[in-house]
Antibody, heavy 119, light 108 residues
């Protein structure tokens, strides 16, 4: 069964940093563009960032640019999100999701990891 | 930036047809994808490229795109269809993946 498992979430103070991970199994990870999508409590889905299969193309939502860094390790079937200068409005469930290229849908989703930014 | 507009909520009785719209400028020129998110669960792809169903999605789910509106239609609605539905496109101008605000479908 295709599986994406996120980890690394938790409670962090404003201004702090956190690194999220997403581990893929039973999944052609190296063929997929990978994304982070977040969902604040009671809110809709918000795209965070995407990285192409070979890491050549990286994109960020405007509010995350300069604070968040997406990366991947194809040898370890893993995706990462380094989050710095965290703010209260970054509080959300963070999902990793994969699709074949940016125009195509996100076919595979993880179950999410919760990030809470609070003093 | 490209904006997708969805109604916040839609209600329908079991067995009836639910229609969920997604408005965006010239959306007919974009690939529109729809995701279903049941309460407490991760999103699941429901339709892609406007009208194609992934395996496992019932034939009751269909979609269309015309002009400035994409539409997700669920025929013969069942209780299990109660969920939030999000439309999504890729915006070439900004290189951003854009989601609509989501529509909560309530089965009466």
């Amino acid at each position: 069964e295709v599986q994406l498992v996120e980890s690394g979430g938790g409670l962090i103070k404003p201004g702090g940093s956190l690194r999220l991970s997403c581990s893929a199994s039973e999944f052609s990870f190296t063929n997929y563009s990978m994304n982070w999508v977040r969902q604040a409590p009671g809110k809709g889905l918000e795209w965070v960032s995407s990285i192409s299969s070979s890491s050549n193309y990286i994109y960020y939502a405007d509010s995350m640019k300069g604070r968040f860094t997406i990366s991947r390790d194809n040898a370890k079937n893993s995706l990462f999100l380094q989050m710095n200068s965290l703010r209260a409005d970054d509080t959300a469930v963070y999902y990793c999701a994969g699709g074949i290229g940016n125009f195509n849908p996100l076919e595979v989703w993880g179950q999410g990891t919760t990030v809470t930014v609070s003093s | 930036s490209y904006v997708l507009t969805q109604p916040p909520s839609v209600s329908v009785a079991p067995g009836q047809t639910a229609t969920i719209t997604c408005g965006g400028n010239n959306i007919q020129n974009k690939r529109v994808h729809w995701y279903q998110q049941r309460p407490g669960q991760a999103p699941v792809l429901a339709l892609y490229n406007g009208s194609d169903r992934p395996s496992g999605i019932p034939e009751r789910f269909s979609g269309s795109t015309s002009g400035h509106t994409a539409t997700l239609t669920i025929s013969r609605v069942e209780a299990e269809d109660e969920a939030a539905y999000f439309c999504q496109v890729w915006d070439m101008t900004t290189d951003h993946r854009v989601f609509g605000g989501g529509t909560k479908l309530t089965v009466l």
